[in-house]
């Protein structure tokens, strides 16, 4: 009968689950514990000097920095910006200067400067050579030449922003088929341990700041 789901494609969709969530504990077991505990380290310089974090990706990338700003500021406590959030500069620039130098202006006219950390959310980690988001990396070049650190949350091998950062998690590439949600679902559980850190975190959130009784 039209709209029923057959047997062979019930356990076609239950394969497909276990797999995906069995690909998903495998990359867990790879990630890098000190690398995640450098970038605590990192961030907690940063909160201590009173300077600023900025966040950038594209794409599912740019939604994790906006919500990471989010998180950082209100959980941690550090003055943090995502560089898309404001969608009338952002469009204007990429308008006016072309996209791929619009995350480094954004930057520069932000000031950013020693002390700063710019936090890069990216599949693949962009390339110049061929260009693959070239904004990424040409913003992280910048936040470098500025004296700002670096830390990129980044699948495949890393590419330039693994080159160019101080501190790079890396989410490694179990299976080449999944190898974007994969990363971009990652990239959300890192950002949220780190800001859950016990030397981050200065607020709790709401449902763990409720009495047991009211949650």
Known sequence: MTGL???????ASKSFIR???S????????LSESDIEAAVTLLEKTRVSKSRLFLAGSGGGA??????ACDFRKLCAIEAYCVTDNVSELTARTNDEGWDTSY????AASNIRRGDCLFVFSVGGGSLTPAVSTNLV?????????GATVIGVVGRDGGAIRQIA???IL????????VTPQTEGLQAVIWHLIVSHPRLAANQAKWESLSPTTR
């Open 5 to 11: 789901i057959s047997s062979d494609e019930t356990l």
């Open 19 to 21: 797999d995906y969530l």
């Open 23 to 30: 690909v998903t504990r495998d990359i867990i077991d790879l």
């Open 63 to 68: 939604g994790h920095a906006s919500h990471a």
């Open 104 to 107: 480094q202006n954004w930057l």
């Open 138 to 146: 040409l913003a992280a070049q910048a936040a470098k030449q500025a």
């Open 166 to 168: 101080d501190v790079t």
């Open 171 to 178: 989410i490694p590439p179990v299976s080449r088929e999944s």
